[in-house]
């Protein structure tokens, strides 16, 4: 049985119709007349903006009821390409998606995001030619292009805000950059911001309160609320690294020395007090390596970063009620001894009612979902009812 979502005169463009059909359901001229309610002329009049754009395609296996099988229309996953980019301190993924985001080639390589923006950018462009070029895609069906970045980002101009740990890009104009090469939408947002879109969209859907937690050499959280994903109004929402976090008796440093989030329980601190202590750690993975080699201290200290990740966790839940946490990161991997510090502590501080059916876990979507997640941003953009309503009036 159809569910008629209705679209009213106003909102009846081809975007709207768009919109309505990217379930990747495919549906008859009648049933699409049935579900949105628009005269037989409009939705005919849509269907053929969509055609001649590509987003739409027929599909003839409808079930006949005598002579020809009725024509189908199915959104086109495959009417042009996107490119994600993960850019970290130490490492760069970049992604070929089709519109569906199936993953159609990868690179990934070494960097220093230190170099500055010029060297890094370069090689996400050499790398968006060679993907390009490998997977035998015409440059033209390039739609967008979609970049995280380990530091804040102005998302209404794409260019990082006084980022710590990027010398030489604050206030960058990395659209503009790339677009000097291919002249598309780009979009940039901060890496946990795509990272939490990455892990939502394949792992949590049903959880429309999301919050990822990235903790690796600084921690960040993506939050989710409604299905949408919340930057704030600058966006800057979600940089909880620098949240200052009361000392308590099982801390990892002494009463005076006062510290934020990212100074005692990201990797590189955890790592800092395992050397200090006599067990020698120079980065997070180091200190995985440790914890899977059962290094009592190192196991300790993890859990010991959960509970003050906990702590700051503990109100966020309390203030917002998500479903569902995902840690990720490259100290997640240290498993459940950090995932247990922050359960201690988030079941034991926020209020019960939004603990009640709170689901901690490790993030899951592996290597790939921030780059994912940055071709997710841009089919948020290129696939909007506006934007595809622009499209159409260009055909005119």
Same mark, same amino acid.
């Given at each position: 049985?159809?569910?008629?979502?209705?679209?009213?005169?106003?909102?009846?463009?081809?975007?709207d119709?768009? %919109?309505?059909?990217?379930?990747?359901?495919?549906?008859?001229?009648?049933?699409?007349?049935?579900?949105? @309610?628009?005269?037989?002329?409009?939705?005919?009049?849509?269907i053929?903006?969509?055609?001649?754009? &590509?987003?739409?395609?027929?599909?003839?296996? &409808?079930?006949? !009821?005598? *002579?020809?099988?009725?024509?189908?229309?199915?959104?086109?996953?495959?009417?042009?390409?996107?490119?994600?980019? #993960?850019?970290?301190?130490? %490492?760069?993924?970049?992604?070929?998606t089709?519109?569906?985001?199936?993953?159609?080639?990868?690179?990934?390589?070494?960097?220093?995001?230190?170099?500055?923006?010029?060297?890094?950018?370069?090689?996400?462009?050499?790398?968006i030619?060679?993907?390009?070029?490998a997977?035998g895609?015409?440059?033209?069906?390039?739609?967008?292009? @979609?970049?995280?970045?380990?530091?804040?980002?102005?998302?209404?101009?794409?260019?990082?805000?006084s980022?710590?740990?990027?010398?030489?890009?604050?206030?960058?104009?990395?659209?503009?950059?790339?677009?000097?090469?291919?002249?598309?939408p780009?979009?940039?947002?901060?890496?946990?911001?795509?990272?939490a879109? &990455?892990?939502?969209?394949?792992?949590?859907? %049903?959880a429309?309160?999301?919050?990822?937690?990235?903790?690796?050499?600084?921690?960040?959280? *993506?939050?989710?609320?409604?299905?949408?994903?919340?930057?704030g109004?600058?966006?800057?929402?979600?940089?909880?690294?620098?949240?200052?976090?009361?000392?308590?008796?099982?801390?990892?440093?002494?009463?005076t020395d006062?510290?934020?989030?990212?100074?005692?329980?990201?990797? !590189?601190?955890?790592? #800092?007090?395992?050397?200090? =202590?006599?067990?020698?750690?120079?980065?997070?993975?180091?200190?995985?390596?440790?914890?899977r080699?059962?290094?009592?201290?190192?196991?300790?200290?993890?859990?010991q970063? @959960?509970? #003050?990740?906990?702590?700051?966790?503990?109100?966020?839940?309390?203030?917002? =009620?998500?479903?569902?946490?995902?840690?990720? *990161?490259?100290?997640?991997?240290?498993? #459940? %001894?950090?995932?247990?510090?922050?359960?201690?502590?988030?079941?034991?501080?926020?209020?019960?009612?939004?603990?009640?059916?709170?689901?901690?876990?490790?993030?899951?979507?592996?290597?790939?979902?921030?780059?994912v997640?940055?071709?997710i941003?841009?089919?948020?953009?290129?696939?909007?009812?506006?934007?595809?309503?622009?499209?159409?009036?260009?055909?005119?």
């Amino acid at each position: 049985m159809l569910t008629q979502v209705g679209i009213s005169p106003s909102q009846s463009g081809a975007g709207d119709l768009l %919109h309505t059909m990217h379930d990747g359901i495919a549906r008859t001229k009648a049933e699409i007349i049935s579900l949105t @309610g628009l005269a037989r002329s409009t939705v005919t009049a849509r269907i053929e903006q969509l055609l001649e754009l &590509g987003l739409l395609r027929e599909h003839t296996t &409808g079930v006949s !009821t005598g *002579g020809r099988p009725p024509v189908q229309y199915l959104f086109n996953e495959q009417a042009g390409v996107i490119i994600g980019v #993960e850019l970290g301190a130490t %490492h760069g993924i970049v992604a070929l998606t089709n519109l569906a985001h199936t993953t159609l080639g990868t690179e990934r390589t070494a960097i220093n995001i230190a170099d500055g923006p010029e060297t890094v950018l370069d090689w996400v462009l050499a790398s968006i030619a060679s993907l390009l070029g490998a997977s035998g895609v015409d440059p033209a069906s390039l739609m967008g292009i @979609g970049i995280g970045v380990p530091g804040p980002v102005e998302f209404s101009s794409g260019r990082p805000f006084s980022p710590p740990i990027m010398p030489g890009w604050d206030r960058f104009d990395i659209p503009t950059y790339l677009q000097r090469t291919f002249d598309v939408p780009v979009l940039v947002d901060n890496d946990v911001n795509i990272l939490a879109l &990455g892990e939502h969209a394949t792992e949590w859907t %049903h959880a429309s309160d999301f919050i990822y937690v990235k903790v690796a050499t600084g921690i960040g959280a *993506g939050i989710i609320v409604g299905g949408q994903l919340q930057r704030g109004a600058q966006g800057s929402a979600g940089d909880i690294g620098h949240v200052p976090v009361p000392y308590s008796a099982d801390s990892l440093r002494e009463p005076t020395d006062e510290r934020d989030l990212e100074g005692i329980a990201s990797g !590189t601190a955890i790592a #800092e007090h395992l050397t200090r =202590n006599g067990v020698p750690a120079r980065n997070s993975k180091d200190v995985v390596e440790l914890v899977r080699a059962n290094s009592p201290e190192a196991i300790a200290a993890t859990r010991q970063a @959960g509970r #003050e990740l906990g702590e700051t966790l503990s109100w966020i839940v309390s203030l917002l =009620n998500p479903s569902v946490i995902a840690i990720g *990161g490259s100290i997640s991997h240290a498993g #459940e %001894h950090l995932l247990a510090g922050v359960r201690e502590v988030v079941y034991k501080r926020s209020t019960p009612l939004a603990t009640q059916r709170l689901t901690i876990v490790q993030a899951n979507t592996g290597e790939l979902a921030g780059a994912v997640g940055a071709t997710i941003l841009v089919t948020q953009r290129i696939l909007s009812p506006e934007y595809v309503d622009s499209l159409v009036a260009q055909l005119s």
